[in-house]
């Protein structure tokens, strides 16, 4: 059997010994394997955690990869990683493997263990060399030497290495590219900083990017764009990356990045282990979704979010508001008390209403009215009509039992003309005295006719003696109390004397026949249909059952035993107390006698009322009527609720066994491994892979010597090892190391390869079609190199694309392109759906850079050349506006209020408009809920009727604005638009800054401050009022002013020289009087 660590393991053995030595190794491999990744190839993350726990600041990583071979399969890479801090002694790096039974519960070892799991996982890929040089002295291992692992003593150096030299190109860069963007230290990769400490919101995440932090973790969250069934939660461990769940327990669904101290690892390191730190780290999440619904609340929402925020508020609805907990005000948290006063229904006129005042009609009207479509001018008084939309509709419809659609009693009112009898006598609402019951009993006293019954209705704390006729009254209602019973009961006969003697001979005969009455409810939700549509009067009828059983708990004095367990199952029956009617969170039926069982076992019994249903959730579905009851009858201090801010999530999965308790097997606690048991089988584990490596040893040293193969001399004795190294490294930047020299001589061809491959680049692509082949890039330069035309080795020439596009093709041997070395047609041909491919890989990329950042704007030039000058794709890639194009979903070009917007939003706004809408500012609103796109600041107004052949409608809303706002918006839109001709020191941070001052006499016209970056021009000096004042009738003067916060800027930045205000005065000529020689 050979497998990715015993791989050719035999190279250089005498086959008569081949076999001892690969069975020894397969058993060595066998032990480490519990401790490989999955996936070996993401080695390279736990390296870079190691670095990190171990004080590292800056990682500089270089990949190198033979291009020239790789295309036909052959090749290989060096991935170099140079790091600043500590680094790791000569003892440690002894005793690696050590470090692998160390518990991950002790954090403080992380920079060793990682580091042995990291390296144990990249043997799995089998590379030729792995090497880690720190502190004068050099881990080894590699393939020419039978894959022996030693330390050696190297002289001591001010830098630390960690180097692999592999076959096949490699995905580190990849992965590191996709998992380390959130690391808090300076991280390189190949020149190009993919980490940096000051990156904000721990990295990307979707809008709005809430950042939260609480003891022991801090994340954050962006809202689920799409229909994210579960929380996508992505886990960190010292800003990497390791795992991404979808986990259901966080409620609504969100995208969260999370890194807490807490969690442990699980035994792959690709997931945490669900202990009881992971259940509290649920529970805190839950309060951190409050939280940021509250700034949500707070927040001002812009108009292509709204929808969004609002699926999300809804989501709390669907979650954790049910119709009992709507009826039970008092026990919905507090936190979600003003959620449900937040307007959010419409109503027929337009105007929106909140939950609990929509209840209370509800509960005045006993129905709930719905219109599909609102209808603004119908006048209907004081009458409530909701016109729901979208999710609105199926919350209602939960939420509220009676529910009826009035579109056609409108409608029919309208046609008839009777506008004015619109009201609640367009439908018919039930009569005050029409009421439903669960359960009935009729009943004879005295020549008296009774009519008891148990009211559908939530429960009240008193009865109610209805006389249907006492003397000239239709209708007489008198409360009374019971002991917390709520009945009514009907004196149907006319009823002659006095009527308080009848209602004291009704609370006789209430007392009397409510044992025959519940006896019937209780058969009745013994057989009631269990599906979501009863639910509400099943929940209403075991309300009724248990304030009658805890009525009949008070008369035996239940509470006053030393057994209440006991004497409650006397007082109740063995029937009842059997008697399946608690619901739990998982869909079963538990009985009094199932949480009897439990309770002998486990120390509480964990209910809820209300929230949401997590997975795995066995909970007791407890109403405050439940919870009154089971703490009557079990003690309070054996009940424990679940609420909002603990959720007790790993108490509530462990009641699986709840239903049915009684009946079932003996229940057993289960059992969290404990840090001893732990720490005993690791070292178990311990000794079972020692033993595995000294055969492998004796199997080894048998080979050489009946191979007569000697050690390298370079080998030192573990005897010699020194436990310190020399003088301690130092953390400068890596970069300032020296690197091992480059060989002697190399010819054109490597010089040009390796010089690209070290660029820094935004995306490549590398294709091989046929025998033409070669690596493209996007470089991160605003004018790229052409591609370079090799033929062969020799380097044949450049050829420019029509695209800003650099790299090198290989055309072939020299003979077949005689003269220039230019490519042919059919080889150009080929080349662009190659370069198509290379722009589609940045859009997708673009996704994950922040849209402020260099980086991003670098790449939106480079995207918006592409687009005009294939120009014949991208009307096609408009036209056909597919799902899965990057390029026409990217939100990328500048919208208004400093929006992004993408080609699919403005190709649907010019479907619909004919036209463009557009306005000349970035940062203003023009208050409109259509898409708009900008221009004049990083998009040219040329840019948008070049590619979509459609005319510009420019947006009118600076007349809405005050001329002061106005006069800015043209200062700032001047000097934007002089930004691309010259480097006028202009950056987008500066002119972002240009402001009003405060309104003073001092002599300042316009001031920069050099230390905030701020421009202040002040408006109560004379000239700045004499620009204002000329600016109302005419905007010839702007130019003047923006010279002058221009000249501002650079006597600020010390940078008063001729050639800067000359280039500066002749680029505003030119913009206004059009170049030199053109003016007359």
Wanted: some cysteine; proline content about 5%; aromatic content about 8%.
């Amino acid at each position: 059997m050979s497998t990715g660590f015993s791989d050719k393991m035999l190279e250089g053995a005498e086959l008569d010994f081949s076999g001892t030595f690969t069975l020894a190794m397969e058993k060595a491999r066998e032990k480490l394997q519990r401790f490989q990744l999955p996936n070996p190839r993401y080695y390279i993350l736990q390296i870079v955690q190691a670095l990190i726990a171990s004080g590292a600041t800056r990682i500089e990583v270089n990949h190198q990869t033979d291009l020239s071979t790789e295309m036909i399969g052959l090749g290989g890479y060096t991935l170099s990683m140079q790091f600043d801090g500590p680094g790791y002694r000569a003892d440690e790096l002894k005793s690696l493997y050590d470090y692998l039974f160390i518990s991950g519960r002790d954090r403080t070892r992380d920079r060793l263990r990682e580091l042995a799991l990291g390296i144990v996982s990249l043997q799995a890929l089998n590379p030729d060399e792995i090497r880690l040089t720190s502190q004068g002295a050099e881990w080894q291992r590699r393939k020419s030497e039978r894959y022996r692992e030693r330390v050696v003593c190297i002289p001591t150096t001010n830098r630390h290495r960690f180097l692999v030299n592999g076959s096949g190109r490699g995905e580190e860069v990849e992965i590191l590219r996709a998992h380390c963007g959130t690391c808090r230290i300076e991280l390189h990769v190949n020149g190009h900083a993919i980490a940096t400490p000051h990156r904000g919101s721990m990295g990307i995440s979707p809008w709005p990017a809430y950042a939260f932090s609480r003891p022991g973790m801090e994340g954050v969250i962006g809202l689920a764009y799409g229909e994210l069934e579960r929380t996508s939660l992505a886990l960190l461990r010292y800003g990497v990356q390791f795992a991404r769940r979808w986990e259901a327990r966080i409620f609504p669904t969100v995208s969260m990045m999370l890194e807490s101290t807490e969690l442990r690892k699980n035994a792959s390191q690709t997931d945490v282990v669900e202990d009881e730190a992971y259940h509290a780290c649920l529970e805190e999440l839950q309060t951190v979704m409050l939280d940021f619904a509250a700034h949500l609340g707070r927040s001002r929402i812009p108009p292509y979010h709204r929808e969004v925020v609002q699926n999300f508020l809804f989501q709390f609805f669907d979650d954790w508001i049910s119709p009992q907990v709507l009826e039970e005000q008092e026990e919905v948290p507090d936190e979600l008390q003003r959620l449900l006063g937040v307007r959010l229904f419409s109503d027929l006129k337009g105007r929106f209403q909140s939950l609990l005042h929509i209840r209370d009609r509800y509960r005045q009207e006993g129905c709930l009215y719905l219109c599909s479509r609102r209808m603004p001018y119908v006048d209907v008084g004081d009458w409530m009509v909701l016109a729901p939309e979208g999710r609105q509709a199926g919350i209602l419809m939960r939420l509220f039992e009676k529910v009826r659609w009035v579109d056609e009693e409108l409608k029919e009112t309208l046609r008839q003309g009777r506008q004015h009898q619109l009201g609640r006598s367009a439908v018919r609402v039930p009569a005050p005295g029409e009421v439903s019951f669960l359960a009935t009993r009729r009943f004879e006293r005295e020549s008296v006719h009774y009519h008891l019954g148990a009211v559908d209705a939530n429960l009240r704390s008193t009865c109610s003696v209805v006389f249907r006729r006492v003397g000239n009254q239709a209708l007489l209602e008198h409360e009374i109390e019971v002991h917390g019973l709520c009945l009514r009961l009907d004196i149907l006969d006319q009823v002659s004397g006095d009527p308080a003697e009848h209602v004291t001979r009704g609370r006789f005969a209430i007392l009397d026949e409510a044992p025959i009455l519940y006896q019937h409810l209780f058969r009745r939700l013994e057989k009631a249909n269990r599906s979501p549509e009863y639910q509400p009067t099943i929940f209403r009828a075991r309300e009724h059952l248990l304030s009658w059983w805890r009525w009949r708990l008070r008369e035996a004095r239940v509470a006053e035993r030393a057994n209440r367990v006991a004497a409650s199952r006397e007082a109740l029956g063995s029937e009842v107390w059997g008697a399946r009617v608690f619901d739990t969170r998982g869909g079963g039926l538990a009985s009094l006698a199932d949480i009897e069982t439990w309770l002998r076992t486990f120390d509480t019994l964990t209910v809820v009322f209300g929230g949401p249903r997590f997975q795995d959730d066995h909970a007791l579905d407890a109403s405050p009527a439940v919870l009154e009851f089971l703490s009557l009858v079990f003690s309070s201090a054996r009940i424990e609720r679940a609420t909002l801010r603990s959720n007790l999530l790993h108490k509530r999965k462990l009641q699986e066994t709840l239903a049915g308790a009684a009946d079932g097997p003996p229940l057993q606690r289960p059992r969290d491994e404990t840090e001893e048991e732990e720490e005993a089988r690791l070292q178990r584990w311990k000794e079972e892979l020692d033993e595995a490596r000294a055969e492998v040893e004796a199997a080894r040293e048998e080979i050489s010597a009946q191979a007569a193969l000697p050690d390298p001399v370079s080998v030192a004795s573990p005897d010699l090892i020194p436990t310190a190294a020399g003088p301690a490294p130092t953390t400068a930047d890596p970069a300032t190391v020296p690197t091992d020299a480059a060989p002697a001589t190399e010819t054109p061809r490597e010089r040009h390869v390796k010089a690209f491959a070290a660029r820094r680049k935004l995306c490549d692509h590398a294709f091989n079609q046929g025998g033409f082949y070669g690596l493209l890039g996007l470089v991160f330069e605003e004018k790229p190199e052409p591609l370079i035309v090799f033929c062969g080795e020799a380097v044949a020439g450049v050829h420019r694309m029509a695209v800003p596009v650099s790299g090198w093709v290989d055309a072939g041997a020299p003979a077949a392109h005689p003269g220039d070395g230019l490519l042919s047609p059919e080889q150009e041909s080929l080349l662009w759906p190659h370069c198509r491919l290379l722009f589609e890989q940045l859009a997708r990329r673009m996704v994950h850079v922040p849209s402020h950042s260099e980086d991003f704007a670098l790449a939106r030039n480079l995207l918006m050349a592409y687009l005009l000058r294939d120009r014949e794709r991208s009307r096609e890639r408009l036209s056909e506006l597919r799902s899965d194009d990057p390029i026409v979903d990217l939100p990328f070009l500048p919208g208004a209020d400093r929006t992004l917007v993408s080609l699919r939003s403005l190709g649907e706004v010019i479907a619909q408009r004919g036209r463009l809408p557009v306005v000349t500012a970035e940062g203003v609103d023009p208050g409109v809920s259509f898409p708009v796109a900008a221009v004049g600041y990083s998009v040219a107004p040329e840019f948008y009727p070049a590619l979509f052949q459609v005319a510009l409608e420019p947006i009118d809303y600076e007349h809405e604005m005050a001329p002061e706002d106005r006069l800015l918006a043209a200062v700032r839109r001047e000097l934007w638009q002089l930004r691309p001709k010259g480097d006028f020191l202009l950056s987008e941070r500066i002119l972002e800054r240009v402001s009003w001052g405060e309104a003073d006499r001092s002599q300042y016209f316009v001031l920069h401050d050099l230390g905030s970056g701020v421009t202040r021009i002040n408006p109560a000096h004379g000239v700045v009022k004499k620009v204002l004042r000329r600016f109302r009738r005419d905007d010839k003067l702007v130019p003047v002013l923006a010279s002058s916060v221009y000249t501002a800027i650079n006597r600020a930045l010390e940078e008063v020289e001729d050639r800067h205000e000359l280039a500066f005065l002749e680029a505003l000529l030119d913009t206004h009087l059009g170049p030199a020689g053109d003016d007359s």
